[in-house]
Structure formats: structure tokens, C-alpha cells
């Protein structure tokens, strides 16, 4: 216990010491200025002016110094986009890495007898981008649910930020020896972007600050916050990236390119007697509205012409409004109360292919 308290302490001193130094250079700053200006001979009216300049100043610097202690050490929000300082914070705190590196508990590699394995390949939504706590996830909730129902089963969550269809191939390769007996595939409407993304154009050149920007960005947790909040290029960022995978779908070349991918990953995942199931997730952020009504009957007809068993979550999240589902106001990711809904869908799909124990 006084090795954590000791532990914490040299790391917020290490961390916070430049704004420490900051508030008692202007704590003294206030002290002997306020002596000083009490000592000089000036007229009362230069005094009073002087009085309210050094206490205004002061006062500024220790609200700052305020300001930037909550933003590092209690503010707790993601951002979906990563521009944020508080975002890698965020991660600190609720993202910890299992022996195969993903957001779970240690894997086994072996299977004990009569336990039903479920693995969950998927991105952001997944892994549980913006959930500070893993247990509220719908894997782990799912989990839960089946224990509950006499099922022996565990549940791994295969979640990696970021990827798409051509990324999980690979990633499922390389996990497939733990020998699943039944693979969820978190399916996100992003999934069509090839290899050279037409979004990584786009973050890379939004994310860009001017030199005097960036040097007072990257000293201050506050005034980055303050800086992505004012600056209008988030909003339009997010909005050029929707657009780019709209765009990934509408591309015959790309779509066609991508069926053959998802083909590839049916064959894979349904390899060795596996059952699969594909749960298609929706653009949260602009719901009610489905930014690609247009192709979404291919879309789904994709899994079906490999097979594919699908639990469409547009069909539960149409009459909803994004204020009501999102983790944050700059999180668009799903909230605990959407990981109640995919875990209760999952669950009617899935405990249905498992018996319960005898008790």
C-alpha cells in the first residue's frame, strides 16, 4: 500500500513537475509582489491597479495549473479519432494487454473437456473503444449470460482497433490454433477499405497543427483539449472519413475486391467444423439515418452467399437517436447500454447451438 502511494507520487511529481515549479514561481510572484506594491510610495490608484494585475495574473496561472491537473489526472473520455492527448491517458488507465495482446484476460491454449470456446474477431468495437470497464462489453457480457445459463463456455475478445477485413484475416491466422468452436465476426460498415485506406489520407493531413499550435498542444493536456474542441476540423474530419468508406463500397472495383476477401475469411473461419456468425454494426454516429441504405442489401447478401449465418444490429438501433447510444460527445463508438442489446442478440443466436450443463 505505501509503495503504490509512493509510486504515484513520484510519478505525478515526474509528470507535473514544470507546473508545479509554474504556480510556486507565481504563488511567490503574488506573495512579494502584493509586498511590494504595499511598500512603494505610488499613488493609491497605481497600487489598486497593480494589485489587480498580479492577482488576476496569478489567479490565471493557478486556475490553468487547475485546469491541467484535471485534464491529466481525473478527465476520462476517449476520442474516436485518437487526436487527443486525454485519448492516450484514457488507455493508460482501462487498456491492458493480455499474453496475445488483446484486451482480455490471459489466453489458454488448452481447452479443458467439455467447455465450448467462442472467439469475437473485430476492431474498435470489439475491443471496446471508450468502455472504461471490459467486463461491460458485449463479449464479456455474453460471457456472463451463457455461464448464468448452466453453458460452459469461455468467451476471448479478439478486438484490434482499426482493422478491417484484410487486417483480421492475418490476425485470425495467427490465433486459430486455440482451437474455437464458434467465431463471432463483429462486422463494422468501414470494413471494404482496401490495404491503402482512402481514411488514412484524410487523418494524416487533418491532424497536421501549425508550429506554435503543436508546441503549445503537446506541453499542455488543457490546451489540447481546448485547441480539438474549437478547432472545426474534427467534425469535418469524421464526416471526410465516412465518406471515404461510403466510397470503398460504391467502387465496383474495391466491392468486388472485398467479396473476394470476405470469402477468403468464411472459408477460414468456418475451417475445422467451426460454426460462424456475423453481426453487422451500423454507423452509430449518424443513426437513425444509414449512410449506406444503397448497397446494405448487398452487403448482407455478401454473407449470405457464403453462408453465413447474420444478425443485422441496424434493425435494433434504426429508431434510436446517436446522442442516446454513444460513448461520449466525441466517442462515437457504442455505449454500455448498446453492449446490453449486441450481448442479449448474440445470446438468442448462440445458446440455442450450446447445451446447458446438467445440473
Not at 279 to 284: A, G, L, N, R, Y
Request: hydrophobic share 40%; proline share 4%.
Amino acid at each position: 500500500m505505501l509503495f503504490t502511494v509512493y509510486a504515484k507520487l513520484l510519478y505525478f511529481f515526474r509528470d507535473f513537475w514544470p507546473f508545479i515549479i509554474l504556480a510556486t514561481v507565481f504563488f511567490l510572484l503574488f506573495v512579494f509582489g502584493i509586498y511590494f506594491v504595499f511598500k512603494s510610495r505610488t499613488s493609491e490608484n497605481k497600487k489598486k491597479a497593480l494589485l489587480v494585475f498580479i492577482t488576476f495574473l496569478c489567479f490565471s496561472v493557478f486556475v490553468f495549473t487547475g485546469f491541467e491537473a484535471y485534464f491529466r489526472y481525473r478527465f476520462d473520455e476517449s476520442d474516436s479519432l485518437g487526436f487527443l492527448k486525454v485519448t492516450g491517458k484514457w488507455y493508460e488507465r482501462h487498456v491492458v494487454a493480455n499474453n496475445y495482446q488483446y484486451r482480455d484476460r490471459d489466453f489458454s491454449q488448452e481447452k479443458k473437456a467439455g467447455v465450448t470456446r467462442i472467439g469475437i474477431v473485430g476492431d474498435s468495437m470489439t475491443f471496446g473503444y471508450g468502455i472504461k470497464k471490459p467486463e461491460n462489453r458485449f463479449s464479456n457480457l455474453l460471457e456472463k449470460k451463457l455461464l448464468d445459463s448452466g453453458r460452459n463456455v469461455e468467451v476471448y475478445n479478439l478486438g484490434k482497433s482499426g482493422y478491417d477485413t484484410w487486417n483480421e484475416i492475418g490476425e485470425f491466422q495467427k490465433i486459430k490454433h486455440l482451437k474455437f468452436d464458434i467465431v463471432i465476426w463483429q462486422y463494422f460498415l468501414n470494413d471494404a477499405e482496401p490495404p491503402k485506406s482512402r481514411g488514412t489520407p484524410v487523418l494524416e493531413r487533418e491532424r497536421v497543427q501549425g508550429k506554435l499550435a503543436r508546441v503549445i498542444t503537446d506541453s499542455s493536456y488543457f490546451f489540447d483539449y481546448i485547441y480539438w474542441r474549437l478547432e472545426s476540423r474534427y467534425e469535418k474530419t469524421f464526416n471526410e472519413l465516412r465518406n471515404a468508406d461510403i466510397a470503398a463500397y460504391h467502387d465496383p472495383k474495391n466491392f468486388a475486391e472485398h467479396q473476394k476477401k470476405v470469402a477468403e475469411f468464411a472459408s477460414l473461419l468456418k475451417g475445422d467444423d467451426r460454426k460462424v456468425i456475423v453481426i453487422v454494426f451500423p454507423f452509430f454516429k449518424f443513426l437513425p439515418d444509414n449512410p449506406l441504405s444503397d448497397m446494405y442489401p448487398k452487403i448482407l447478401q455478401m454473407f449470405k452467399d457464403n453462408e453465413l449465418p447474420v444478425i443485422d444490429l441496424y434493425q435494433d438501433m434504426k429508431t434510436k437517436n446517436a446522442k442516446d447510444i454513444l460513448v461520449s460527445r466525441y466517442d462515437y463508438h457504442p455505449n454500455e447500454l448498446v453492449q446490453i442489446i449486441i450481448a442479449d442478440r448474440l445470446y438468442d443466436t448462440i445458446a440455442p447451438m450450446i447445451p446447458a450443463s446438467k445440473k
